[in-house]
Each structure stands twice: as C-alpha cells, then as structure tokens.
C-alpha cells in the first residue's frame, strides 16, 4: 500500500466532507487489512482522532463503537458471550489491539468472525449520513457512496454462544456458529464460505441440525458436505452445552 | 511528514513518508530488536508496545505515532533478561529471532495481568510464531519464571 496523504481529522463532518470530495479516499480504521492492499491511495483518512471507540450499555440496549478494537470485545464485562468467544481467536492479540469492529464490517468480509456474532445479535449499524439501518441488509447489499460508519447496537440477549473450527488456534475459520436467545433463537453461520447468514427457530432441535436454511460451498479450506458436517457439530455442541 | 516519537521514554524528531511503518522507522533509529518477519501482522516478531499496548509495528503507521508512547525491548531491557535466564535455563532458544517478539508479548501480559495461568499465557502468546521449537520448551521456561522467578 503506498499513501500519497494521509490525515486525521478532529471533527466527524470534516472527516465525512474529505472522504466524498477527494476521489479514491479511504477511511482507515485498524489499518490492518488496508495495508495488505496493492494500491496507491491518493487519501488516508484516519478515523482515530474522532472518539469513536467504547462500549456501553443503557436499558438492555448495547452500542460498540465503530473504531472499538477487537481485544476490547473480548475482555469487555457488558458484552454477550458470543462476542467474547467470535473475538478472541481472530489472530493474536496484537492484531485484536489494532483491528476494529468497524473495519471488519465495512470489510464485508465473508470469513469475519464478528460480522457473524454481530449478524446473530441482529445488530444495526449507525452511519453518517446513511443513518440506521441493519448489519443483514448491509452484508447484501453494501451502501451506495461513502460513508463512515460511527457504532453498532443490539438488544441483549438472554444467552449466547460462539464456536468455529480453525486449523491452527489463530487461522481464519473454516466456518464458524453463532447462536442468540431471545424468545426465538438467532443462528448465524459465517464462513461459508460466503458471507454470514442467519435463520430464526422457535426451538432448537433435531431439525435445526439439519441446517437446511443454509448454503455451503467449496473452496481449498474444505468442501461444502465438510463444512455443513462441521456446522452442524458446532450447532450440536452449543445445544448442549445449555443452549 | 514531521513527527515526534517517544521512544523508551526519549524523544525523536522523524520526518516520515505517510506510508512508513514504525518497524523500518525503529529500525532506522537503531532498534534492531525490533524484527521483520512475515510483513502482515501475522507472527509476532516485530511486536511492540504503543502507549503500553501491544501491537505488531509492522502494520502501525509512524504519522499514527505522532506523540506516543512506543516502547521496545531495548526499553524493557532488565524486565526480558530475568524472563530470558529461564528461557535460557530451558534450552528454548534456537535461532533466537522470535524472542524479542515473545519477550514483548509477555511484557504487555504481565503488565496487564500479573498473575496468568499458563492457559491465559498460552492463548496470549497464540500470535507469537516460533518455527524452529514446538513451543513446549517456552511454556515450561514460563510456567518456571510464573513458579520462582517472579
Ligand atoms: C493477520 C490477521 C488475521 C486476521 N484473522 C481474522 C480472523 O481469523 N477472523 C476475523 O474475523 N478477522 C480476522 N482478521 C481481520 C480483522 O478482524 C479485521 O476485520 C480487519 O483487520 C479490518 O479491520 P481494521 O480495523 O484493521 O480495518 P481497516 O483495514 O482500517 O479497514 C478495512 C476496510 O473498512 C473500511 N472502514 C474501516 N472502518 C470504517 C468506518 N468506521 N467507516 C467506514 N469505512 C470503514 C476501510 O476503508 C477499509 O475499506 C485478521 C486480520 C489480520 C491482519
């Protein structure tokens, strides 16, 4: 990656006016998947000078700032347990010290780990200028123009959990299940390899290991039966484990 | 781009291009623990601390650290040698190249979280690569600085 500017602005409006006048600016966030790009960026918008990170929690309503970084997710008191676990093997933790929830859902990327949890908790992302509006209809269909993304909320939900299976303790997933109570239950599978997605159940059972809701398919990680084998023995072991 | 680093506590005047990463800065100013390895963020050799974080230089941008704290361990020098008599003690180094990585990291665990057990230490060494151990010879020299020599 090669920057010719690179700014950091104090104030959000400046921020947002640089990033649709100036054609090619990017917003930086972690910085980490950014970097690894083979290109030249005529405009580095560091997003790090706007207070845009924390956590908090009002009326069973939680918002994660969009330049909260992952290790923050996973040692953080107010947060689900899902979020917990989907964070704590993304890398090692200095990666988790850099990389934001917000660069991992602008990313769309389809092995995110917290795009899956997030997806699960039927979180909704606050834009700029956009406004609200679900992390499902941005996974599918991304947003027309810029923009920068400032939190996500959910509700809380009443239990939680987390599991993929990786081939090394900090490789990407090869597919991951995340699974949320409320009066239903929210399942999410992420790497798929495509994107995550997510089916409500009124109950968890037999059925619902079944995973007919869902499609898997086959890349060099693993073939798609491999995958919908593995998804459903997460999805057994989160049932019982009191799910 | 000017910037001023706060390097082990000294001040440095640097003027760095935008795309310049802290690794090829330190290592300019002569802070050669600092390692490159794998070049994206994936191994741990060249970790340091940024106002007492642990993050791989590698992928952090010098304007980013304009005014901060970055320490290396050349700045942590007394802490790593006491943990480095029992890695010695345990035969763990080889070629020696990831240690000052592995060095770093668990300077930033024991500053967070004095007391680990060896689970916590293992799971925050996890990005910290060692290709010539198995990393069995690490977790005992750790367990034994954890036991004795803390
Ligand atoms: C070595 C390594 C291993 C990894 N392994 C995993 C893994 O196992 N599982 C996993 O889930 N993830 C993994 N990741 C990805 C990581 O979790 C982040 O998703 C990734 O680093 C992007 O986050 P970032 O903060 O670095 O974003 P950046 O690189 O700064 O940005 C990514 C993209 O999002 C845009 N962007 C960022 N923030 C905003 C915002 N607020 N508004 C608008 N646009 C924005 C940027 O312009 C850019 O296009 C890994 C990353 C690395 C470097």
């Given at each position: 990656m090669r920057i010719t500017r690179y700014i950091q602005p104090n104030d959000l409006n400046e921020a947002y006016e640089r990033l649709v006048e100036t054609k090619g600016a990017v917003i930086m966030a972690g910085g980490m998947f950014l970097r690894l790009q083979h290109r030249t960026l005529p405009l580095v918008i560091d997003?790090?000078?706007?207070?845009l990170d924390g956590i908090s929690s009002a009326g069973g309503l939680v918002t994660i700032g969009?330049?909260?970084?992952l290790r923050c997710l996973e040692t953080?008191?107010?947060?689900?347990?899902i979020l917990k676990k989907g964070t704590r093997?993304?890398?090692?933790v200095a990666v988790r010290n850099m990389a934001t929830v917000g660069g991992s859902i602008m990313g769309r990327?389809?092995?995110?780990d917290v795009a899956c949890c997030l997806l699960a908790l039927d979180a909704k992302l606050k834009f700029h200028y956009h406004g609200e509006m679900t992390l499902q209809s941005f996974l599918d269909h991304g947003l027309e123009g810029e923009d920068i993304l400032l939190e996500v909320f959910f509700e809380m939900p009443e239990a939680s959990d987390y599991k993929s299976f990786r081939k090394?303790?900090?490789?990407?997933?090869t597919v991951a299940v995340g699974v949320v109570k409320r009066e239903s239950y929210t399942v999410a599978i992420g790497a798929r390899p495509g994107r995550a997605k997510k089916w409500t159940y009124d109950e968890m059972n037999r059925q619902t290991?079944?995973?007919?809701a869902f499609e898997f398919s086959s890349d060099r990680r693993a073939s798609a039966e491999y995958r919908k084998q593995l998804a459903a023995a997460l999805l057994e072991d989160i049932m019982e484990g009191g799910m | 781009m000017e910037v001023t680093l706060i390097i082990n506590g000294d001040h440095y005047g640097f003027s760095a291009e935008p795309d310049e990463v802290l690794l090829d800065t330190l290592r300019k100013l002569?802070?050669?623990?600092v390692k490159r390895g794998?070049?994206?963020?994936?191994?741990?050799?060249c970790n340091i601390l940024v106002d007492g974080k642990l993050v791989p230089s590698c992928a952090f941008l010098t304007v980013r650290a304009n005014r901060r704290n970055i320490t290396t361990l050349e700045g942590v020098s007394k802490q790593a040698e006491e943990i480095g008599n029992f890695f010695m003690a345990e035969g763990v180094?080889?070629?020696?190249?990831c240690t000052p990585g592995h060095m770093m990291s668990l300077i930033a665990l024991f500053n967070e979280n004095p007391h680990p057990d060896i689970e916590t230490v293992k799971h925050y060494l996890a990005g910290n690569m060692c290709r010539?151990?198995?990393?069995e010879g690490q977790h005992r020299a750790i367990e034994a600085f954890m036991g004795g020599g803390k």
């Open positions: 997003l790090g000078h706007l207070g969009a330049m909260t970084p953080s008191q107010d947060l689900p347990d093997q993304v890398a090692g990327y389809p092995f995110s090394t303790y900090t490789d990407f997933p290991l079944a995973l007919e | 002569g802070f050669k623990s794998c070049d994206t963020a994936s191994c741990g050799v180094e080889q070629c020696g190249f010539c151990s198995g990393y």
